[in-house]
Every structure is written in C-alpha cells, then in structure tokens.
C-alpha cells in the first residue's frame, strides 16, 4: 500500500558501484517523490501514497564521481488500501446508498466494486455497483427488505483489496391504504378494521 521495491542488473559494473535510483509519480521525474543512493542493485521507497503509479530511474556513478544517463525502469503501482465501512444513507422503499471512506486512496482514482444482496453470506448477488465513488447507489429494491453490502477496491494494475462488509439497511415499507371495506365488524363495544398493505411483503408489522 505505501512502499515499492525495484531491482536492476549490474550491467557488469563490478560489486560496490554507487547507484542513484529516484521515484517520481511523474513520468518526467519532476518533482520527485524519492531517492536512494546505494551499493546493492535493489531500492525500496517507503511513504508512499496508496493506488499511485511511480516511475523509477536509475544511474551510477562511479569513484571519481562520473555519472552515466539515466536507464528508465518503468513503472508500478501501490496496492489500494481497504475500504472503511460507513453508514448507508439516502434509504427509501425502493432504493438504497451504500457508503465506505476511502482510507487514503486517491479520490475519483480508484475503482470500488460494491455488491448488494439480501443473503448475509452473499452467496447470491442481487446488484453490483463499479464506481470511482465513495458510494454506491442501489434501486429497484424490494420494500420492507433487509439489504447487505460489501464493497472491495482495485488499484491501477488490477489489483483488488479484500472485501469490507458494509453491514446491513432495510428499506422503507409503503402507507397502508384505505381498503374496499374498511370497517368489517361493528359491534356494541368493538370494532374491527382492515386495510391494504399497498405492495408491502407479507411479514410486515403494522
């Protein structure tokens, strides 16, 4: 998440030759975001930040303090870091918003797949959300259902976390209506009433 290690070969420059290998997030090395002077022909830059691309170049110089060019050795990305659980929000009988915070990942940078189920264990999926977002919005539910999310991030070489559950919400439960008959006994000390559940699942309290 926030380190990266590169390695070079010698080029049979013989063992104790000065190597100075920088690390930049930009491709032109300006400014840069680390630098390692060594002997060995390995380096690891520490402090980094999560899911960022970084270049790396490498030179030697030798006793008298001559230094070759630059020999470029590409580019590597750090891991994304696990998503935070947050709250859900924005409930409604049909539709949900599942949120997370991005512990230290890149805002509008990295990837989050996001999973909706009613199952606990997510062994059937009933929507999944990729977004660059902190959230992932959900509709179509069903009314008075209890809903689980999780939601995993990827980095910019493919690389996805583990899942973060995001615990559980139930959606809203429609008015009940006026029935065709509402009054169905009207007795001296009683009376009964009824009324229609306007689409709401059997199993609703009223």
């Given at each position: 998440i926030s380190s990266l290690a590169f390695q070079w070969n010698a080029n049979?420059?013989?063992?104790?030759?000065?190597?100075?290998?920088?690390?930049?997030?930009?491709?032109?090395?300006?400014?840069?975001?680390?630098?390692s002077s060594?002997?060995?022909?390995?380096?690891?830059?520490?402090g980094l930040v999560a899911n960022t691309?970084?270049?790396?170049?490498?030179?030697?110089?030798?006793?008298?303090?001559?230094?070759?060019?630059?020999?470029?050795?590409?580019?590597?990305?750090?891991l994304a870091a696990l998503p935070v659980?947050?709250?859900?929000?924005?409930?409604?009988?049909t539709s949900a918003r599942a949120n997370w915070t991005q512990n230290g990942n890149p805002a509008n940078q990295t990837a989050y797949t996001v999973d909706l189920s009613t199952d606990s264990n997510?062994?059937?999926?009933?929507?999944?959300?990729i977004t660059l977002n902190a959230y992932g919005?959900?509709?179509?539910?069903?009314i008075n259902t209890t809903y689980y999310a999780r939601v995993k991030a990827r980095?910019?070489?493919?690389?996805?976390?583990a899942y973060t559950d995001l615990g559980s919400t139930v959606t809203l439960t429609n008015i009940p209506v006026t029935s065709?008959?509402?009054?169905t006994a009207v007795n001296i000390s009683s009376l009964a009433f009824q009324w229609n559940a306007n689409s709401n699942p059997s199993g609703t309290l009223y």
């Open positions: 049979s420059n013989p063992s104790g030759t000065l190597y100075v290998a920088e690390l930049s997030s930009m491709v032109g090395f300006s400014p840069l975001s680390g630098s060594t002997v060995l022909t390995t380096a690891t830059f520490t691309t970084y270049f790396v170049q490498v030179k030697t110089r030798n006793h008298a303090g001559t230094e070759t060019a630059y020999a470029t050795l590409g580019s590597s990305s750090t659980m947050s709250a859900f929000t924005s409930v409604t009988t997510f062994n059937l999926v009933n929507q999944t959300s919005d959900f509709s179509s539910l069903s980095n910019h070489a493919g690389a996805e976390t065709v008959s509402t009054f």
